[in-house]
């Protein structure tokens, strides 16, 4: 008996030896790629930066989405609340704003007294926090259909890009817009 155990102990042993060879291995992989990736070197250079990751608060983001949700129901005072005092615009046609938030807002109150109903779908939204710059930026991917009280009917793919201050309120944003294809018929 006592030789089954032993025999067993070596066995088990060797298995152990032999996971932890594995394990290192694989713990290895990733360093040689990560060593391998470093000398690509790229056709351009970035002017901001290249450092990002994803360490914005989620309550960043809660601000940024209410944004949203108060353009889609209408509800600007809300919406006013989303911003910093002063706010930075480059809309998707070329438009510029650099100012109070309240003359961006008189402007955007205009063309959303124009629309009955607006419907947004997002598609996806990417926190990017700038590790140099400590700068916090959110994008977002989203589908937005606007029914004029006209009765016409506007939809659109757009990217947003959203510059949040510390306290998550936004800074600065940016649109880019394509207009959805009419469905055939």
């Known amino acids: 008996m006592k030789k089954i155990l032993s025999l067993f102990f070596v ?9 932890e060879a594995d394990k290192a291995s694989a713990d290895a992989a990733p360093t040689a790629a ?3 990736k470093s000398t690509v070197v790229l056709p351009y250079t970035v002017g901001f930066s290249a450092s990002f990751n994803q360490d914005i608060s989620d309550s960043a983001l809660l601000n940024v989405l209410n944004s949203y949700k108060h353009w889609e129901t209408g509800d600007m005072t809300a919406l006013a609340g ?11 046609d ?9 003359g961006l807002l008189s402007k955007w109150a205009k063309s959303r007294d ?13 926190k990017s926090h700038e590790i140099d710059n400590k700068a916090d930026v959110i994008g977002l991917w989203y589908k937005e259909y606007d029914t004029y009280k006209s009765g016409k009917v506007d939809s659109a793919e757009w990217h947003d890009l ?10 600065w944003y940016r649109q880019y817009k ?6 055939k018929k």
């Not at 070329?94 to 309240?102: C, E, H, I, L, N």
């Open 11 to 19: 066995i088990a042993l060797f298995y152990a030896c032999n996971n």
């Open 34 to 36: 990560a060593a391998e």
């Open 82 to 92: 989303t911003f910093t005092d002063t706010i930075s615009f480059q809309g998707w």
């Open 94 to 102: 070329g438009v510029t704003y650099s100012g109070p938030k309240a």
């Open 114 to 126: 124009s629309i009955s109903s607006i419907k947004i779908e997002f598609e996806v939204w990417l």
């Open 162 to 171: 959203n510059g949040v201050d510390k306290n998550g309120k936004i800074v």
């Open 178 to 183: 394509r207009k959805l294809e009419e469905p």
